[in-house]
């Protein structure tokens, strides 16, 4: 047997027409007024921890960039005096370069100097040791030669004269 069902259009009423079914919607809005009720707190919370921390992270990244920015500016103002500061490097070593060599020349003219004046002193000295030398050899050379003459030239009367004649100034002895 079959049974069908017949409605009337009466019956069905607006809240009740099939495809609008209005307790679905009104289920829904309970559902999601449930929802909001116990999740609005959480979520409020957890929505504003995560503005702050897009936001702490906006500023982060914000001074980030201001201090790249100096860092850039800084970078570029180097290079601009870099010219200006190779040419006074440039000149300060000249500069330097020339005292250096002034004060090279200064040292070694100084230098040369002393070992002149103690080249000069070196051969006065070894000129008054060889004159000395060559006094007392010449000194030695005549007392020889004198004493030679001498023994040539005494008799032996004059020797034993003069052998009393010291023997007296030395012991005021016999005459």
């Known amino acids: 047997m079959s049974f069908i069902l017949i409605i009337s259009d ?5 809240w ?11 289920n829904l809005f309970l559902f999601l007024g449930v929802l909001v009720y116990f999740l609005r707190r959480p979520m409020s919370d957890a929505f504003r921890g995560r503005r702050d921390a897009i936001r702490r992270d906006l500023m982060r990244a914000q ?20 010219d200006v500061e190779i040419v006074a490097i440039k000149e300060r070593a000249a500069k330097e370069a020339a005292d250096e060599r002034e004060r090279v020349a200064r040292t ?8 002149s004046e103690q ?7 070894a000129g008054k040791a060889a004159r ?7 000194a030695e ?8 003459m001498i023994r040539n030239e005494i008799r ?12 007296a100034e030395l012991g005021g002895g016999a005459k």
């Open 10 to 14: 009466e019956s069905i009423k607006w």
């Open 16 to 26: 009740n027409y099939p495809g609008l079914e209005l307790w679905k919607f009104l």
């Open 63 to 82: 001074q980030e960039r201001d201090a790249a920015i100096k860092k850039l500016q800084d970078v570029e103002a180097k290079l601009e005096r870099l």
């Open 108 to 115: 070694t003219e100084a230098d040369v100097r002393k070992l």
């Open 119 to 125: 080249a000069q002193r070196e051969i006065e000295s």
């Open 132 to 138: 000395q030398e060559l006094r007392r050899y010449a």
């Open 141 to 148: 050379q005549s007392i020889g030669i004198a004493g030679e």
């Open 156 to 167: 032996p009367e004059d020797d034993a004269r003069l052998i009393k004649a010291s023997m």
